[in-house]
Structure formats: C-alpha cells, structure tokens
C-alpha cells in the first residue's frame, strides 16, 4: 500500500518507519527543510531505542523517502497519515493550526480516493473540522479516519509493531477496508482492531491519558500521606497491584508526570470540558496534585538545609521525563534545577540522552554543568538528586559515590533504593512515601 505521513515527530517518524518494515511504501512529509536533510542522510534525529536501525534499513532499501514536497506525498498516497504537533494554547487548549492548515493544502491536492487519518491527539470534532476544510477546497471523495497513538516513548517502536489494541474511528465502510488491510499485518486476532465513530475514537486518547495521569497522581497522594502516617509506599503498590481491578502499572510514586502527552492531554481534556460548560473536577484535581508533586524534591532539600542552599552543589541525576528518551517536555528535572539554581545552589547534571537537549532549554545559564558520566557529576556534590529512573542509576556503587561526594545526602524521586542498603551504606535517604534514613 501507498502511504504518505505528514510529520516527522515522534508519532509520525515512528509510524512512518514501522509501516514501511511491514512493507508497505512510505513517504515522509516535513516543513522542516535541515530535519528533512538529516533523515535523508539516515539520521534520525530523537533517540527512541531500535529506530534508528529499523529506519537505516528501510531507508536504504527505498521502501521510505522523505520529502519537503506535499505534493509528491499526496499523488500516489492511498492513506495520510496526519502526525502534526498539537501544542497547548495559553488556555490549555490543543492548537489546531498545523493540523487545520496542513488539512487546507491537502485539497487541491486530491486527485483520487483517499483516507486522510487523524494520527495526532486531537479534540473531539477535529475529524469534522478537518474533513470540512479538504472538502471546501476538492470535488474529489475521501475520508477521514480517527487512529488515536498510544506509543510510549522509549517503547514507541515495540508498541507499534505489538500493539495491545489499535482504535480506528470511522463511519465509512471503503474505509474500513482500507484501513484493516494495513493494520492486518500488526494484529494476531480480529478484536484488536477497536472500531467507533471519530468522535469515539478522539475521546478514547484522551480517556486513557487522563486515566493514567489520575492513577500517577492518586499514587503520589497516597505516597505524600504515607510518610506523614508512617507507612511505605512500595509496600501499599505491592498491595494493591496485584488486584486486577486496579494493575500493576502507574503505581510508582515518584516526583509527578511529564512529557509530551499527560500534561497537555489532560489540559486540553479538561479545556473541551469547561468549553461544554462541564465542570470536570477529577481533572482539576490531577492537574493540581502533580504541579505540587513537581516540587516535592525541592522542598525536601530546602528542609534539609533549613531553607537555605546558596553556595551548596547539588548533582541531578536524569533530565529526561523518563527514560529511554531524550525528551524533556514537562520533565520534572528542569523546575527542580532552575529552583535550585534560583535560590544560589549550583548544579551539575547528568543524562545518558537527554543533555543536549537541556542546554539547549536552559541557555548558558550560571550555576549549571553538566558531566560526561554518572559518576563524575558526585564529585564535591553536597547532595545528589535523583529524578529520572534510567537503568544505569539502579544499582551505583556505593561506596564510590561515599568517596567522591563531600556529603552522603541523596534525594531519590523515583524510590530506586532499598532503604536497608542505605542505611548500611550510612547515607542521609529521602525519597518519596517511605520513612527517611537518617545518619
């Protein structure tokens, strides 16, 4: 099958690859003139684990091209994908303007049947919106389909080509056949394939973030209680996972939920909300509990050293908002880091994929460093700062980071530690909804 992806972020890029393995033609579509150099050329420019070598491969045996030229990507296409970026608006709201634009320029493209699908997160009615402003510029019959992302960074390309479930909005049935056909090689049984109404389908994405992002943020309360009644959070997850009613997964305590997804689909969820005049308080609860959960290390730290750090050197373990990825959108690292650096500490950071991308946020800002190892960061650190759980940061030597640190302090955010291995390594341990060791 012929198919064409518009965007090349995450979503799109990792789509677009994984299509063209499954053997399908692939043309990538993006604006930007150095990025589309860069994958020309066989660089993929994000890290996301097993991407770059799948994308090699395609690339080099032209089952993908990547393009600036819309046009090419329309002519012989049988499906668009849409993978645009739909930011947050100063309100909350998911900005339309790439997404609606791109959908304008489609149009007079059009020379024959096709699918247009709606790959990025959008509002409920953008199927609508977008299938209005094709229609206003073409006689030429089409669809457009909802087929909501649910990658996780890190595990993007895995979940593509194993997915758990893939949902497809659509009240065409030309479409539907379309649409089987090129999911038929990523599913093992018919009901993986979910079929609804667009409308459906634009809710189920934001549905399933919210949901998670409640499960994170009832966990960090329950954690957050935990250390003023004297219980442990890891036994309470321990507990309670096991219960299939509840699972296993976003049951981590830890220093609040980032990214590219939960913060802004939950926003905009909760904008589509007030917009229909529904007051959604669950929403409004799990956007307040997860800013205050960002800040938790740093009060911690403050506590420790009765409000005042000016001159202390912290070392930060982790930037990303999770690991393996570079992102660092709303990763909790980078408040924590310009609160530090604000109240005179200095910082030096490190990542294992993720630094580039943090001195780029920052700027050349006083105060902050960062270190070519994990290690190299503890030295003469009066603390170190714990807050994102990269596999590397598991199981440190302990004695080392003794050796090299002026203090044995550490402040886990993501509760990496037993807390009987540091009480025999004689460090100061806070971490999050567990008793705190002190020496």
């Keep these: 099958m012929n198919i064409t992806v518009i965007g090349t972020g995450y979503v799109g890029l990792v789509t677009g690859t994984c299509l063209a393995h499954a053997g399908h033609n692939v043309t990538c579509v993006d604006s930007d003139t150095a990025k589309v150099r860069r994958l020309q050329k066989g660089e993929v420019p994000i890290y996301e684990p097993g991407l770059s070598e799948i994308f090699e491969d395609v690339l080099a045996h032209k089952q993908l091209t990547v393009t600036t030229d819309l046009k090419k990507g329309v002519d012989t296409a049988e499906v668009i994908f849409l993978a645009l970026p739909t930011p947050p608006s100063a309100d909350g709201s998911a900005d ?20 247009i699908v709606n790959k990025s997160t959008v509002p409920i009615g953008t199927g609508e919106r977008v299938a209005a402003q094709i ?63 667009i409308r459906s389908a634009e809710m189920t994405k934001y549905a399933a973030n919210a949901f998670l992002a409640m499960k994170v943020s009832f966990m960090n309360e329950i954690a957050n209680l935990s250390e003023v009644l004297g219980a442990n959070v890891d036994a309470i997850r321990l507990g309670i996972g096991p219960d299939p009613r509840i699972g296993k997964s976003f049951l981590f305590a830890g220093v609040g939920y980032g990214g590219s997804c939960f913060p802004k689909d939950v926003q905009a969820l909760r904008h589509s909300a007030l917009k229909a005049d529904y007051d959604f308080k669950l929403l409004n609860d799990i956007i307040e509990v997860n800013t205050s959960q960002k800040k938790r290390l740093q009060e911690k730290v403050l506590a420790y050293y009765k409000q005042n750090i000016n001159g202390k050197r912290f070392a930060v373990w982790g930037l990303s908002f999770k690991p393996d990825t570079d992102d660092i959108r709303e990763a909790p690292a980078l408040g ?93 341990y806070a971490s999050v909804g567990r008793p705190t060791i002190t020496q």
Excluded at 96 to 115: C, D, F, I, Q
């Design 336 to 428: 924590l880091i310009d609160a530090l650096l604000a109240a005179g500490a200095t910082v030096q950071a490190y990542d294992p994929e993720a630094m580039h991308n943090t001195a780029e946020y920052f700027g050349v800002r006083a105060g902050l460093s960062f270190a070519d190892t994990a290690y190299e960061v503890l030295d003469g650190a009066d603390a170190l700062l714990v807050v994102t759980e990269w596999t590397q940061f598991h199981t440190p030597d302990f004695a080392d980071m003794k050796h090299r640190m002026k203090t044995p302090v550490i402040f886990d955010g993501r509760n990496l530690y037993a807390l009987a291995d540091m009480q025999k390594a004689e460090f100061y």
């Design 135 to 197: 229609a206003a510029n073409t006689d030429i019959s089409f669809d457009v389909v909802s087929n909501p992302e649910f990658l996780r960074e890190g595990q993007a390309v895995h979940d593509f080509m194993h997915p758990d479930r893939i949902v497809i909005g659509t009240e065409s049935d030309k479409a539907k056949v379309l649409m089987q056909g090129l999911y038929s090689s990523f599913v093992e049984t018919p009901d993986q394939l979910v079929w609804m109404d």
């Design 96 to 115: 339309l303007s790439v997404v609606l634009s791109v959908a304008t320029a489609l149009g007079p493209l059009l020379k024959h049947y096709m699918v």
